[in-house]
């Protein structure tokens, strides 16, 4: 719409607003607002459009809520312009993440595939830990043995000690 064409329908939002009516009928209540039939059919159709009029019957208009709200021109097409931004905001996030889902996915599947090998390695004792043990029992063999050949040299050293503190006395 040009200028001009917005400057009509800004006229027509406010017939309605300050008019006590539900409905208003064109040549009755808005004839006065346009300079001809062409302008009056664009202004209207574009209002209809918009979603600030709604047509009722031939020549009988309603106001939508939103044309309730309509603050102007100026305030609808920066709405517009958030909305075009948010759009493409949107589309570059959704842009991302079809292009980073399959080499997330993957990563991940290749992830938990390693998680359960490693879950059921730990669940089958291997080799090494077979021979830990064997050498685990052997060392603990072989302390015992030390320990009893400790404890025996340890009890000879005390029958000796006793033996020569008995002739000590005896001499």
Known sequence: MNPEHKELAEKVINVFKTSNKDTL??????????????????????????????????????????????????????????????NILDLRLKEWQVKTFWPIFIVAIIGSGLGIYNFINSLIPSENVER??????????????????????KHMDSVESESVLIDKFQK
């Open 132 to 153: 830990l043990e064997q050498k685990i029992e052997k060392t603990q063999s072989e302390l015992d043995k030390l320990k009893i050949s400790m404890s025996t040299e």
């Open 25 to 86: 009928y064109f040549p009755d209540d808005l004839a006065n607002i346009f300079p001809n039939e062409d302008t009056t059919k664009l202004v209207t159709n574009n209002l209809i459009e918009l979603g600030l009029l709604k047509l009722i019957s031939k020549g009988f208009f309603r106001i939508t809520n939103k044309g309730l709200n309509f603050k102007g021109f100026a305030d609808l097409e920066r709405k517009e312009e958030i909305e075009n931004r948010k």
